[in-house]
């Protein structure tokens, strides 16, 4: 069961159902501090807000106010609530980039390839004619093979972002976006969260190139490979906000590899797309902001 909600928070004496749109619900709990959410504690997710609160991408990123203990013993990041200033939220969830896996990740993958029958069953679902012959013949595809297809069902490999999960101004709810793959469906996506508030597209496209030029000037971007990190966006009918979150895969760059965001990956590149997909979403946005 997908539950959206699990926790209620109080802001200004203000009570609101928190939204999830992506992840596992147990990593998430109201703050200690009004208008704060925590998050479980992941090392690489640390070391990028700290980097991040002395970096001038600063005011894009929820306030960081550092790791406390919950109620549960565990260890918990405390950041800004990017929902409590809003009541009735529109939220969308877009992972950025051209892959969602680190290269460790895929390296760690193929140390032990073993057949897996059940990826190549959740493959032909998706699309019967992804197997080779040899898969066919097997009836089972290798764990690193699976993951790099992964990314070609979705519009992550082509345009450099997918869409995560969307709350809607009606209440509805959807996570359903492993497919999204075309311009064209992530058009019709966008313009059924945007359904109701036109006013909000240029505000999403001056936020998103601002957010643009600051990457291009920042050091911990030009430093930093960001993998599975989203934008959020949050409207109602007053206010609209873009921030970037979700930096537990964001990890310094190796010794000597400088990568542009927006070239092509191949392994052992780093390449992330970051720009890439931001500059597709701008492209987007803009064409919305036309009709
Ligand atoms: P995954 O890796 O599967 O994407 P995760 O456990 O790393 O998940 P996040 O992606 O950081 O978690 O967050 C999951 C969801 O929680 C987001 O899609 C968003 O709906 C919500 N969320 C996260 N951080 C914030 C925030 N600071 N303010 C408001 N909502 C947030
Ligand atoms: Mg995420
Ligand atoms: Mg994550």
Not at 103 to 127: G, S
Request: a positive charge; charged letters at 25%; proline letters at 5%.
């Amino acid at each position: 069961i997908v539950q959206w909600t699990p926790f209620i928070q109080t802001y200004k004496k203000h009570k609101y159902p928190w939204v999830q749109l992506a992840g596992h619900q147990g990593n998430f709990r109201a703050g200690l501090k009004q208008g704060t959410i925590l998050k479980k504690l992941c090392p690489p997710e640390e070391k990028a807000l700290e980097a991040i609160m002395k970096d001038v991408l600063r005011p894009y990123v929820p306030r960081y106010s550092g790791v406390v203990e919950g109620a549960d013993g565990e260890k918990y990041l405390q950041m800004e609530d990017l929902l409590s200033s809003y009541s009735l939220p529109c939220v969308m969830d877009i992972k950025m980039g051209v892959r969602t896996y680190l290269e460790d990740e895929l390296a760690k993958a193929r140390e032990k390839p073993k057949l897996r029958k059940d990826m190549y069953e959740k493959m032909i679902q998706i699309d019967p004619k992804a197997p080779t012959e040899a898969e066919n013949r097997a009836k089972a595809v290798t764990k690193p093979r699976y993951m790099v297809w992964r990314e070609t069902i979705s519009s992550t490999a082509t345009l450099g972002f997918r869409i995560e999960g969307v709350r809607r101004g009606d209440g509805t709810s959807s996570k359903d976006f492993k497919t999204t793959r075309t311009r064209e469906q992530v058009l019709a996506c966008l313009t059924s969260f945007l359904q109701g508030y036109p006013h909000v597209v240029s505000r999403y496209v001056q936020q998103l190139k601002s957010i643009k030029v600051t990457l291009e000037g920042s050091s911990f971007f030009k430093t930093h490979e960001l993998i599975g990190s989203s934008l959020l966006f949050v409207h109602n009918d007053s206010s609209a906000l873009v921030r970037m979150i979700d930096f537990a895969k964001t990890v310094p760059l190796p010794q000597g590899v400088a990568i542009t965001h927006r070239s092509p990956w191949s392994e052992g590149t780093h390449e992330d797309g970051y720009l890439l997909g931001l500059e597709n979403l701008i492209d987007i946005f803009t064409a919305l902001e036309k009709v």
